[in-house]
């Protein structure tokens, strides 16, 4: 038997990768029996046809790290948040979004931020300071000028990674730019449905030449924010959930509450204002969601 990775799956048939080749695979009838469905970034292994080894059987599903839904893909290692930091303006509210969305999945996380040639230093810094006060890694690029390229690529190599980051900001680019034939050994399937009007489209893995995969889609865009709560959206800000518990009283929410840890490292620049507006704008959207 074979090792590999799904990398694609349209219609029963599974495209494992093993050793930079491609096998066209069916799942054995146990899966079904047993409720599993093989998905995209499942590492298995599969038994080839003795009468034409190009195709095969997927015989069995290693064990998953993790599941994301939309888009459905396992075992995946990160997310690299992309936005532009001119054309079009950062929106840093939307940047937590996926931030949150993100940090749900319990994936690591990097930003990137890109378009660096249109802005000044002082003005990348500022957002640099912002999100890596917060934790996180933060990368600058630049198509245009080659910057950070180098970094992006070590941070995607060997690794699975959701490219995720709203239109315009320069994700294919990007990816263009760590290696020019990426986009184009997909051919990026999309398929009429036999309704024939809306299109499907199949997620499918990218593979690097430096090793590791992206994800052929955009992550996380267009999903709800429905599983925060008053009580665990300090969660999905690790700089306001690592000083919570300073403050006085418990289940605080750092909105109005007299003692508040998290107050106070705002007011003493410790934590981004900014980040804490955000924190209040979602506080106030999960508040509402409570209501109805
Ligand atoms: P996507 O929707 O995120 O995939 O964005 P695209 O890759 O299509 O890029 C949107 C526009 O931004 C294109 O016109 C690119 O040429 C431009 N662009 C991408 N990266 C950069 C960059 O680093 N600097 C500048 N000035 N423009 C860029
Ligand atoms: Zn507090």
Redesign the pocket.
């Known amino acids: 038997m074979l090792e590999g990775k799904i990398v694609k799956g349209i219609g029963g048939f599974y495209y494992v990768k093993s050793d930079g080749e491609i096998y066209e695979c069916r799942a054995r009838g146990i899966f079904r029996k047993q409720d599993i469905v093989p998905m995209v970034g499942d590492d298995v292994k599969i038994r080839l046809n003795k009468e034409d080894e190009t195709t095969g059987y997927v015989e069995e599903i290693l064990e998953r790290r993790n599941e994301l839904f939309r888009p459905p893909v396992s075992n995946v290692d990160q997310a690299v948040i992309?936005f532009?930091l001119?054309?079009p303006d950062p929106n840093l509210w939307l940047l937590d979004k996926f931030l949150i969305l993100a940090e749900e999945q319990e994936i690591d996380i990097a930003i990137c931020f890109?378009?660096?040639?249109?802005v000044s230093d002082e003005e990348k810094l500022e957002y640099n300071r912002i999100y890596e006060n917060a934790g996180y890694r933060v990368l600058n690029?630049?198509?245009?000028?080659g910057e950070g390229i180098e970094c992006l690529r070590e941070v995607l190599s060997g690794k699975t990674t959701v490219f995720a980051?709203?239109?315009?900001?320069?994700?294919?680019?990007?990816?263009?730019?760590v290696q020019p034939d990426l986009k184009l050994q997909t051919g990026s399937v999309s398929e009429k449905t036999s309704r024939g009007k809306h299109t499907t489209r199949h997620v499918e893995l990218m593979s690097l030449e430096l090793g590791g995969y992206v994800l052929d889609t955009?992550g996380f865009s267009s999903l709800e924010l429905d599983f925060l709560t008053e009580e665990n959206l300090e969660v999905y800000f690790p700089e306001i959930y690592s000083k919570s518990e300073d403050c006085r009283f418990r289940g605080c929410r750092h909105n109005k509450e007299p003692g508040c840890a998290v107050k106070s490292a705002v007011e003493q620049g410790e934590i981004s204002e900014k980040r804490y507006e955000n924190y209040l704008l979602f506080l106030k959207d999960a508040m509402e969601r409570r209501k109805y």
């Open positions: 992309v532009a001119r054309s890109n378009k660096i040639d249109l690029t630049s198509t245009e000028t980051g709203p239109s315009g900001v320069g994700k294919s680019t990007l990816l263009n730019t955009p």
